[in-house]
């Protein structure tokens, strides 16, 4: 395969309602879209990076440049072979694995789509997981009230695990009232997005009596060796988010427990040929999986919902259905929730799903088209599109 033209879209859509985290509020999704095309067949996917470089930090400009000058002309100049193949191909650029996993993703969902099979056989996943477990995740809501009312309405629609974004000042008391209101059977989780630190830990250590099924990443993205110390002095296992860029650094974190459960998320980690990675090392190492969400379209919840049949991921993830964020998504129909409190795995060739022309042309606010045969630029020196350089 050699790809001959990659179109990037840049979308904008808005949320149903504002989703706050410690590190910010939304309330419109944006997004690069990308598409590969190669002998009359194409490739989707998404980019998860954002606006400001709060989760990670990649934004849309570094994910744009990233592409543009080093990533793309690297791709073109490749005869791939089989997926992986693009994973070995970016090696050079180091990090910007958001950048990479947006157009490696694509190539993913191109050779399923070239051979005629959904995704996840591709990846090695499990045919008979038709119908992947899915949980919510809520952001950090003004009162307890708000939180406890939204948790309601979640589980009436069937979601299988709540999730509550955290942060200093807004943790015990919401979380206590949630337990109270929803019983101790529900499973719910805390994120905090590193929000805290070290010290810290006597405090967080008072969410054990809350019987949470985790904590999630509540150190710096950077510290693995305080992740261990604290899941020493806590009850509630510790999964790590931020923290996992690749497989070396699940390896590292399992060993030194730092991490009892791991949130794989593909954009984060460079795409899927390193998810799989992941994946089996924990599979091998006792570690549960559960599939990250990054408001993706519907596009990098099909992505995500492929990889979630992979044997490791154990428990229900962050693909939540379209309408939990989006009055209309890019892909129509959109993905919706089960009375049993799961998605569908698409079983089309690929991904299974694409964009609506019309709701990408609605939502689209630039686009840039790449062709094969067209001059390149790399190095990150400036291209006013000519072929000149500045």
């Not at 910007?96 to 996840?120: C, S, T």
């Not at 299974?352 to 042309?361: F, I, K, N, Q, Y």
Request: hydrophobic content about 40%.
């Amino acid at each position: 395969m050699k790809i001959e033209r990659v179109t990037l879209d840049f979308v904008e859509i808005p949320l149903k309602s504002p989703f706050e985290t410690s590190f910010g509020v939304s309330t419109v999704k944006s997004c690069w879209m990308l598409t590969v095309e190669a002998e009359g067949l194409s490739g989707y996917a998404e980019s998860v990076a954002d606006v400001e470089p709060g989760y990670s930090p990649e934004t849309h400009a570094t994910v744009y440049y990233t592409l543009k000058n080093h990533v793309w002309p690297r791709l073109r100049a490749a005869d791939l072979q089989s997926p992986e193949q693009a994973l070995s191909a970016m090696t050079a650029v180091r990090g910007h694995r958001m950048a990479k996993a947006a157009i490696e993703m694509a190539v993913w969902d191109w050779f399923a789509r070239a051979r005629g099979v959904p995704l996840y056989r591709l990846l090695g996943g499990d045919g008979t997981r038709r119908d992947i477990p899915v949980g919510v995740s809520i952001g950090i809501q003004p009162h307890d009230q708000a939180l406890t009312a939204l948790a309601d309405d979640y589980l009436r629609q069937g979601y299988r695990r709540l999730k509550v974004k955290i942060k200093p000042g807004r943790d015990l008391a919401p979380l206590t009232a949630l337990r109270r209101a929803v019983g101790d059977t529900v499973p719910i989780m805390a994120d905090a997005n590193s929000a805290y630190r070290l010290r810290d830990a006597n405090h967080l250590a008072l969410l054990d009596d809350l019987n949470l099924m985790m904590l999630e990443q509540p150190l710096a993205e950077d510290d693995m060796v305080d992740h261990a110390e604290l899941a020493k002095r806590l009850r509630t296992p510790i999964c790590l988010d931020e923290a996992i860029e690749s497989d070396e650094d699940a390896r590292k974190a399992i060993a030194i427990g730092a991490a009892a459960i791991i949130n794989l998320k593909v954009g984060r980690v460079g795409g899927l040929a390193m998810a799989r990675r992941i994946h089996d090392l924990a599979v091998n190492q006792a570690i549960p999986l559960w599939c990250g969400g990054m408001l993706e379209t519907g596009i990098g919840r099909a992505h995500n919902l492929h990889l979630t049949t992979l044997p490791g991921f154990t428990l229900p993830g962050d693909t939540s259905a379209s309408d939990r964020y989006f009055a209309h998504d890019l892909i129509d129909p959109p993905f919706r929730l089960s009375p049993h409190g799961t998605l569908p795995v698409p079983q089309g060739p690929g991904i299974g799903v694409e964009p609506d022309p019309g709701r990408l042309a609605r939502f689209r606010r630039y686009q840039e088209i790449w062709r094969r045969d067209e001059p390149g630029v790399r190095g990150g020196v400036p291209y006013d599109g000519s072929g000149a350089r500045f």
